[in-house]
């Protein structure tokens, strides 16, 4: 069994102020990890994924995530906030064995100019 | 390459009444997932096709069923619809050969379906 938990359900920084999303997992076996992004009225985006490659793993719009398996976190950062990020972002986890997603509860990101 | 497209866009439909969805995958996809999202419950697996066959199911009852056909397009129908099915759908495509990596899922825009 998989499951994610976000830290928090919403975020507010600054316009050029650093972001930081938190994401915890748990997984019975190595997972894959992602993060989504959705604005809107829009689908999903996806950002940037982790697939048992390098622990460091930069996506897109200047996002990255760190996996880190001791802490059994993958958090999402980016150095300097734009208005345009303002959107929900969800962490998932996907199995070993099969592909199916498990989202996390989503966390809403808000940029104040 | 054209992304994942969902139609309809938008649905209203009365409570009881059944309801089809539709998703083309991306050209090359075999594996198509359905998602329901709702402000209360979130973002939550409802089943998998690939190759035509349905290779996992989420915890829906038997009203949410679905079919892929072998052009790797997928439906999904729900029968006898009920105020709690009002949801965004959103269908993904993948995939899915022998590279782990290649399970990585693209998403259409949804489709909403509001029941009254």
């Known amino acids: 069994a998989q499951s994610v938990t976000q830290l928090d359900s919403h975020v507010s920084v600054s316009e050029g102020t650093p972001v930081l999303l938190r994401c915890n997992y748990s997984?019975?076996?190595?997972?894959?990890l992602f993060w989504y992004v959705q604005h809107p009225n829009k689908g999903l985006q996806l950002l940037l994924k982790?697939?048992?490659?390098?622990?460091l793993v930069k996506g897109i719009n200047g996002f990255e995530a760190e996996f880190k398996k001791s802490e059994t976190s993958f958090h999402l950062t980016k150095p300097s906030a734009h208005m345009s990020d303002a959107a929900e972002y969800f962490c998932?986890?996907?199995?070993?064995?099969?592909?199916?997603?498990?989202f996390g509860k989503g966390t809403m990101l808000l940029v104040s100019p | 390459k054209a992304g994942v497209t969902q139609t309809p866009r938008y649905l209203i439909k009365t409570r009881g009444q059944q309801v089809t969805l539709s998703c083309s995958p991306i050209?090359?996809?075999?594996?198509v997932s359905w998602y329901q999202q709702t402000p209360g419950q979130g973002l939550q697996f409802l089943f998998e096709?690939?190759?035509?066959?349905?290779?996992n199911k989420g915890n829906f009852p038997g009203r949410f069923s679905g079919r892929q056909f072998s052009n790797s397009r997928s439906e999904m129908n729900v029968s006898t619809l009920e105020l709690g099915d009002s949801a965004l759908y959103l269908c993904?495509?993948?995939?899915?050969?022998?590279?782990?990596?290649?399970?990585?899922?693209?998403f259409g825009p949804g489709t909403r379906l509001t029941v009254t």
């Open positions: 993904a495509s993948s995939f899915k050969g022998k590279d782990r990596a290649s399970y990585e899922q693209y």
């Open positions: 997984s019975s076996y190595s997972p894959s």
């Open positions: 982790y697939t048992s490659a390098a622990t």
């Open positions: 998932v986890v996907s199995g070993w064995f099969d592909s199916t997603l498990t």
């Open positions: 050209s090359g996809h075999r594996s």
């Open positions: 096709y690939f190759s035509e066959t349905q290779r």
